[in-house]
């Protein structure tokens, strides 16, 4: 069974930083394309950022190109996102989300982890 | 960017009803274009991709149709969790890019 949990969600002042971890499991982690995508408190989905399968391609939506770093390690089935100068509007649930090698869709998703940014 | 347009934002039916919810883009997006339905508390749950594919597990009541700029989803006769909102997302071009959502809720 394909699980992905993401952890690392906190309460943080603005300009701090944070780094959320997605943990895989039930499928093979380096055949696979991953993405972050999140959703701010009674808002509608946002995608953040997407890493190839070998890390050789990289992403970002413009909200967070240049504060957020995201990586992976596939010895370690797990992605993360490295989050810095945080905003009052990074506010959300961040999701991990795996891309289908067959259709190129996020097929899977995990639970979510809560950022909250605030002083 | 690719803007996605979803309407109505509030679809208000009875179980057993016919849904039809829309998607429009602002530029063509072929056929790369999925739709997730999220139920309250719950991540997000890929239901129809490239257009009109069922996602794995996906009951028949749903189907999805369009390509270029107009999308459609329909549940042919809404069953009680089917209530939730739905967001259509295209991955033609970067940023990936979702609608606003809309929520089918119990009339």
């Known amino acids: 069974e394909v699980q992905l949990v993401e952890s690392g969600g906190d309460l943080v002042q603005p300009g701090g930083s944070l780094r959320l971890s997605c943990v895989a499991s039930?499928?093979?982690?380096?055949?696979?394309?991953m993405n972050w995508v999140r959703q701010a408190p009674g808002k509608g989905l946002e995608w953040v950022s997407y890493?190839?399968?070998?890390?050789?391609?990289?992403f970002f939506g413009d909200s967070v190109k240049g504060r957020f770093i995201i990586s992976r390690d596939n010895a370690k089935s797990s992605l993360y996102l490295q989050m810095t100068s945080l905003r009052v509007e990074d506010t959300a649930v961040y999701y991990c989300?795996?891309?289908?090698?067959?259709?190129?869709?996020?097929?899977?998703w995990g639970q979510g982890t809560l950022v909250t940014v605030s002083s | 960017e690719i803007v996605l347009t979803q309407s109505p934002a509030t679809l208000s039916l009875s179980p057993g009803e016919r849904a039809t919810l829309s998607c429009r883009a602002s530029?063509?997006?072929?056929?790369?274009l999925a739709w997730f339905q999220q139920r309250p508390g719950q991540a997000p749950r890929l239901l129809i991709y490239?257009?009109?594919n069922r996602a794995t597990g996906v009951p028949a009541r749903f189907s999805g149709s369009g390509s270029g700029t107009d999308f459609t989803l329909t549940i042919s006769s809404l069953e009680p969790e089917d209530f939730a909102v739905y967001y259509c997302?295209?991955?033609?071009?970067?940023?990936?890019?979702f609608g606003g959502g809309t929520k089918v809720e119990i009339k």
């Open positions: 989300a795996r891309v289908s090698r067959a259709t190129g869709t996020l097929d899977y």
């Open positions: 039930g499928f093979m982690f380096t055949d696979y394309s």
């Open positions: 890493i190839s399968s070998s890390s050789a391609n990289i």
């Open positions: 530029q063509s997006v072929s056929s790369y």
């Open positions: 490239d257009a009109s």
């Open positions: 997302q295209q991955r033609s071009n970067w940023p990936l890019t």
